[in-house]
């Protein structure tokens, strides 16, 4: 039929002509537009109308119409429905290619999954599936190879690139009892490690989950799209008929005439673009921030991002390392530290790992604890050798005299920006241990790159005001906000709210609460714990830079959802007065063919528009690395 409709000008015509065309068009319309009109019918049993309503409108009364035009010996245009419909499909087509592309980021992280793994069993070497890993197998790696599960070193040592799953290109060094990842490449090194997670508990799976569920989110400018292109088609299918009405009845062209300028009516506005524009935007955007470690959670975060005012963060183990070290001891070094060290051992705090090491490293032997009590946001009590010792902080001595010497000393330490303990015995403080978590090489530069942005930002913090301060000072804070319970960060978040959207990044554990207050939660991924479901943004390398990165490919991609729908609607609010004829005086017409190739392609520029998004340049604050 377009062979006969280029070469009918020169007298060719299809054989059998009028018929020919109708058995032609008619097999067409029953196995390409049929899904077409069934699912406009099912819509219009629903009382709703989509984008298919559109093409089975006018595709089915360009198609009836020239039945009756063969019938009733009129000109037809059966190529109309049969080109509508094939450029449709053909729009489909090449859409549907084009949002694979999009949306290949999860393929390519499932493909990074190792086949194979030497496990050791009974003594021996055996070549086993992935699948068939269980916990605590031992697994050999030889250099080169893929590590099959995520587990821990036990014996020897290498360096392993990270980089799919991280997006850290530099290797990392690996020793015995460090925690390696499935899907990485072992190095030039040979070692051994034992499965600690497997299957959907592994961190490459919980990613390929983390990012299947944002790319089939949306985000909440999705519904507004929705709600307008379910008024746009029976607003469409009005104006079609009142093209038709106009041009028959008031202009006097023909039927033929005046079905063509409604048919293109009906063709160029189906809003097929708008359909695209989100969801195509949100399958790039998070595809390409998962391969940059930065897993954004779902298309409502999107949104969020783009109005932050302010960046709250939590202190240790966020802008801090988070390993403390003890670097003072005042008072008598081995007695205050056996008490210590015999009330914490029952502790998880940080601080009370930094305190046992420090007494593993000085050889010290020291009596169990009785009794132990743990006093939230204040240290711990218990019994020591039959007398009662604490270890915490002043909030912890509403009932103990300090005396002078101490009170000093322990402001000189907090100048510092060391963390200070107290540690007594019988009401009585007989010694303080200063514990220092330092900030991450990274932090300034993070803090710098949000504040060049104009965010506000803020340090919440459980420790004490000076300490606070202190870090504060090292790395750029704004404002710090000390003295914090757990219990209470959530309040703090909700405080700084009333000025504005609020982002906090915190650990995504101790953290959890000010995360989900939070309008934007920013998780720091903790080595293979990653599916941390407080946070709606996931950083897996654990790098405070991540934070601005994070916030830039979530602005460009809810920006570039914008720009797309802009386009969408302002392609239709063109392209329908030219359909339907409004300059035709002028020469400029759109045939109902010609407008289905021109629909088709405002879909293809849509997706275009969002694949290109994996091109999009970061600001320099956003390329730090």
């Known amino acids: 039929m377009l062979i006969e409709m280029i070469l009918k000008p020169f007298g060719w015509m299809l054989p059998g002509g009028e018929l020919t065309m109708f058995a032609l068009t008619t097999i067409v319309m029953i196995i390409a537009g049929g899904p077409f009109i069934k699912t406009a019918t099912a819509a219009f049993k629903k009382h709703h109308s989509n984008m298919d309503t559109l093409v089975a409108i006018g595709t089915s009364t360009a198609y009836i119409y020239s039945v009756y035009a063969m019938l009733t010996h009129q000109p037809v245009f059966f190529e109309s429905a049969a080109f509508v419909v094939t450029f449709v499909l053909l729009g489909q087509v090449f859409e549907e290619r084009m949002r694979n592309n999009a949306s290949n980021a999860v393929e390519k992280l499932v493909n990074l999954q190792a086949k194979d793994a030497e496990v050791i069993r009974d003594g021996k070497p055996v070549k086993v599936p992935v699948s068939e890993i269980v916990l605590g197998d031992l697994i050999r790696v030889r250099p080169g190879e893929k590590i099959a599960v995520d587990g821990q070193i036990v014996e020897g040592s290498s360096t392993i690139d990270e980089s799919m799953v991280t997006g850290e290109s530099m290797p990392t060094n690996k020793k015995v009892g460090d925690s390696v990842v499935g899907a990485t490449v072992n190095g030039t090194g040979a070692f051994t490690f034992k499965a600690t997670k497997?299957?959907?508990?592994?961190?490459?799976?919980?990613?390929?989950?983390?990012?299947?569920?944002?790319?089939?989110?949306?985000?909440?400018?999705?519904g507004l799209t929705d709600k307008v292109a379910n008024i746009f088609v029976p607003v469409v299918i009005m104006v079609a008929v009142l093209t038709f009405l106009i041009w028959y009845v008031f202009i006097g062209a023909s039927i033929a005439s005046s079905l063509i300028f409604a048919v293109s009516v009906v063709v160029i506005a189906c809003p097929c673009a708008l359909g695209l524009a989100t969801p195509t935007a949100l399958m790039v955007g998070t595809g390409r921030s998962a391969r940059m470690g930065i897993l954004i959670k779902n298309g409502e975060v999107l949104e969020a991002v783009n109005d932050v005012k302010t960046v709250i963060f939590d202190k240790t183990g966020t802008i801090t390392v988070g390993k403390p070290q003890v670097t003072d001891v005042i008072g008598d070094t081995s007695t205050v530290l056996k008490i210590a060290a015999?009330?914490?051992?029952?502790?998880?705090?940080?601080?009370?790992?930094?305190?046992?090491?420090?007494?593993?490293?000085?050889d010290l032997k020291f009596t169990k604890a009785t009794n132990f009590k743990a006093i939230q946001g204040k240290g711990v009590e218990a019994t020591v050798a039959g007398k009662h010792a604490f270890v915490g902080n002043e909030k912890l001595l509403a009932d103990?005299?300090?005396?002078?010497?101490?009170?000093?000393?322990?402001?000189?330490?907090?100048?510092?920006?060391?963390?200070?303990?107290?540690?007594?015995?019988?009401?009585?403080?007989?010694?303080?241990?200063?514990?220092?978590?330092?900030?991450?090489?990274?932090?300034?530069?993070?803090?710098?790159?949000?504040?060049?942005?104009?965010?506000?930002?803020?340090?919440?913090?459980?420790?004490?005001?000076?300490?606070?301060?202190?870090?504060?000072?090292?790395?750029?804070?704004?404002?710090?906000?000390?003295?914090?319970?757990?219990?209470?960060?959530?309040?703090?978040?909700?405080?700084?709210?009333?000025?504005?959207?609020?982002?906090?990044?915190?650990?995504?554990?101790?953290?959890?609460?000010?995360?989900?207050?939070?309008?934007?939660?920013?998780?720091?991924?903790?080595?293979?714990?990653?599916?941390?479901?407080s946070g709606g943004i996931v950083l897996v390398k654990n790098d405070l830079r991540d934070v601005d990165r994070a916030l830039e490919l979530s602005r460009k991609t809810f920006n570039r959802i914008k720009l797309n729908l802009f386009w969408a609607f302002v392609y239709n609010v063109l392209g329908i007065p030219v359909a339907a004829g409004v300059f035709y005086f002028i020469g400029l017409t759109l045939s109902p063919e010609l407008a289905g190739l021109a629909m088709a392609l405002s879909s293809l520029s849509v997706v275009t528009s969002s694949v290109l998004l994996n091109k999009a340049k970061l600001t320099p604050s956003a390329q730090i690395a």
């Open 198 to 222: 497997i299957g959907k508990n592994t961190m490459l799976s919980q990613i390929v989950a983390l990012v299947k569920k944002a790319q089939n989110s949306h985000a909440p400018i999705q």
């Open 342 to 362: 015999s009330l914490e051992a029952s502790s998880e705090h940080p601080l009370a790992a930094a305190i046992m090491k420090k007494a593993k490293d000085d």
């Open 400 to 533: 103990v005299a300090i005396q002078a010497e101490i009170r000093s000393k322990m402001t000189t330490l907090q100048k510092e920006a060391k963390t200070v303990v107290f540690v007594g015995q019988e009401n009585q403080v007989i010694g303080l241990i200063a514990i220092q978590d330092a900030p991450k090489k990274t932090s300034k530069a993070a803090i710098h790159a949000l504040k060049s942005r104009g965010l506000k930002t803020v340090m919440l913090t459980g420790d004490n005001e000076a300490v606070a301060r202190a870090v504060a000072d090292q790395v750029g804070i704004d404002q710090v906000v000390a003295d914090v319970l757990p219990s209470d960060k959530a309040d703090q978040v909700r405080s700084f709210q009333t000025t504005g959207r609020v982002a906090f990044v915190g650990d995504g554990i101790n953290d959890a609460p000010a995360l989900s207050t939070a309008d934007v939660g920013i998780a720091m991924g903790s080595g293979t714990d990653i599916a941390i479901e």
